[in-house]
């Protein structure tokens, strides 16, 4: 599960972006993709048309994502949760009082060896949605390779 501050833009870019890596690779069967937010600002709502626009011109949809704030029971249910932000660190752990869960949970950005910064800026008010994507994508595109040496194959 990728998580932000509003589910809104950079976690719902992660979503679909990841997904569509795992389309590609044929693996969408193995992994299952969600993304959530820390606050309950955008529920039920499309991601904002800005980080949607740029997604598409990469090839990527987000049409099918909705909006959720995440709870306790991701923490519990989901194997892996990846933030976005230290605040998204901080408020995703806040969840996690016993510190049963906090080995699940990780900054996306850490995954990319080649970058020395390990957030992902929030574009909804800056409006680097392009660099978000530059970003995002290689990230994930790192996240993959470390979870394929993971998976089990036949
Ligand atoms: P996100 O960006 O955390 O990447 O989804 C934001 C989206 C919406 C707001 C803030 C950040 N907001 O203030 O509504």
């Given at each position: 599960m990728f998580v932000c501050l509003g589910n809104h833009c950079r976690s719902p870019l992660a979503h679909g972006y990841f997904q569509s890596l795992l389309?590609?690779?044929?693996?969408?069967?193995d992994i299952e993709v969600a993304s959530s937010g820390t606050s309950g600002w955008h529920i039920g709502e499309a991601p904002d048309p800005r980080i949607s626009r740029v997604a598409r011109r990469h090839g990527v949809g987000l049409e099918h994502i909705r909006g959720q704030k995440i709870t306790k029971?991701?923490?519990?249910?989901?194997?892996?949760?990846?933030?976005?932000d230290?605040?998204?660190l901080r408020d995703v752990l806040s969840l996690d009082?016993?510190?049963?869960?906090?080995?699940?949970?990780?900054l996306l950005r850490t995954f990319d060896p080649s970058s020395m910064d390990d957030e992902?800026?929030?574009?909804?008010?800056?409006g680097i949605f392009e660099e978000v994507y530059t970003?995002?994508?290689?990230?994930?595109?790192?996240?993959?390779?470390?979870m394929k040496g993971h998976l089990e194959r036949p």
């Open positions: 389309e590609k690779h044929g693996l969408e069967s029971a991701d923490l519990r249910t989901c194997d892996l949760i990846l933030v976005m230290r605040s998204n009082r016993d510190s049963r869960y906090i080995n699940k949970v990780s992902i800026p929030d574009p909804y008010y800056s970003i995002v994508s290689r990230a994930c595109d790192s996240l993959l390779g470390e």
